[in-house]
């Protein structure tokens, strides 16, 4: 796990004065992300919010993320993985078509991972909006099907639900 990962995470996470606190329905993923912060040299801790919901905290302090830039075609990799653990999806039904897809409600933050993703030869669809009348202001795209393996080999998964599903790809 890298300081870029971190920052792809950080799209579907929520801010305090001075920590970032990242929400998951995965126990799992939020003790890989601890874990992660860990061995980088920071703090973080878990905790399960509330008593009835199935819905897990990871915070940690935001200094240590301060300053940070994607430079690196690896910061990129990185960048979109940890992005696309929080906010991309992947089909799970055998019954449907295969799929994976980026969506967020920052245009321009997904307009910056479409482009990374371009960068690195994988092909993409149209940023698009699937519902005006539901959302306005709610984008995504979609990984075109002959880059699937490509994504899977190059960018790949730390969530460990997302990332099972990718590993049937390759």
Known sequence: ???AYLLGVLHDSTERKTTYRVA???HEFCMCLVKGITVLGY???IYKEGKTRNLWIVEFSKAFLKGIKIQSTQDK???IRGYFDTEGGISKSPKVRYYLYFCQKNLA???TVKQYLKDLGISCGVIHNPSKRVDPNYW???IRAKSYLEFAKV?????PEKASYLRMKI
Do not use: C, Q, V
């Open 155 to 159: 960018i790949g998964s730390y969530h």
């Open 24 to 26: 998951s329905k995965s």
């Open 43 to 45: 703090r973080a801790w």
């Open 1 to 3: 796990m890298t300081k």
């Open 140 to 142: 995504r795209f979609f």
């Open 77 to 79: 990799i990185d960048y």
């Open 109 to 111: 933050d997904l307009e």
